[in-house]
């Protein structure tokens, strides 16, 4: 589903606007008051990947939004995102160039660690020599870095 990035965090859309040009008009006709706006919690997953349900609500100034955007992210129920999750631990890792070589050093924890695409923050590409590999970031996304 569509939702808007502010601040790192993914808010769903309000009632009624499902374009970012909607809700820029939004935020200009809110201006000098508080909205209220539920996000989705980033605790129990890794994006894009979320948990229907584990939301919450922050108050924000339209005054204080200098910048937002449209990001896609799959929503799944928490029993569809563990069974996902649990479906990946049988083959966690077996495609990262670093496991062939040593394991994975990304341990047991692989609700933090391991996004649902199969890659986790250690992640490296067995292309040319060449080492990637992802961080996670403030936004709880894993980053691939070279
Ligand atoms: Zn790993």
Redesign the pocket.
Same mark, same amino acid.
């Given at each position: 589903m569509k939702v808007l990035e502010i601040d790192y965090d993914k808010y769903i859309y309000p009632d009624g606007i499902s374009t970012p040009e909607a809700f820029g008009a939004y935020l200009l006709a809110h201006s000098g008051r508080f909205i209220e706006m539920r996000y989705f919690s980033g605790d129990n997953c890794v994006a894009p990947y979320y948990i229907e349900g584990e939301t919450g609500s922050k108050f924000i100034n339209p005054a204080m939004v200098s910048v937002f955007r449209e990001c896609e992210v799959t929503v799944l129920s928490r029993g569809e995102y563990d069974r996902r999750l649990a479906d990946l631990e049988k083959n966690? &890792?077996v495609h $990262?160039a670093k496991?062939k070589m040593n394991g &994975?050093? &990304?341990g047991d924890n692989i609700r933090d660690?391991?996004c649902l695409d199969g890659k $986790?923050?250690?992640?490296a590409a067995d292309v040319d020599g060449a080492e990637y590999f992802f961080e996670k970031t403030i936004d709880n996304r894993l980053l691939l870095m070279v």
């Amino acid at each position: 589903m569509k939702v808007l990035e502010i601040d790192y965090d993914k808010y769903i859309y309000p009632d009624g606007i499902s374009t970012p040009e909607a809700f820029g008009a939004y935020l200009l006709a809110h201006s000098g008051r508080f909205i209220e706006m539920r996000y989705f919690s980033g605790d129990n997953c890794v994006a894009p990947y979320y948990i229907e349900g584990e939301t919450g609500s922050k108050f924000i100034n339209p005054a204080m939004v200098s910048v937002f955007r449209e990001c896609e992210v799959t929503v799944l129920s928490r029993g569809e995102y563990d069974r996902r999750l649990a479906d990946l631990e049988k083959n966690r &890792c077996v495609h $990262c160039a670093k496991y062939k070589m040593n394991g &994975c050093e &990304c341990g047991d924890n692989i609700r933090d660690n391991l996004c649902l695409d199969g890659k $986790c923050w250690h992640f490296a590409a067995d292309v040319d020599g060449a080492e990637y590999f992802f961080e996670k970031t403030i936004d709880n996304r894993l980053l691939l870095m070279v």
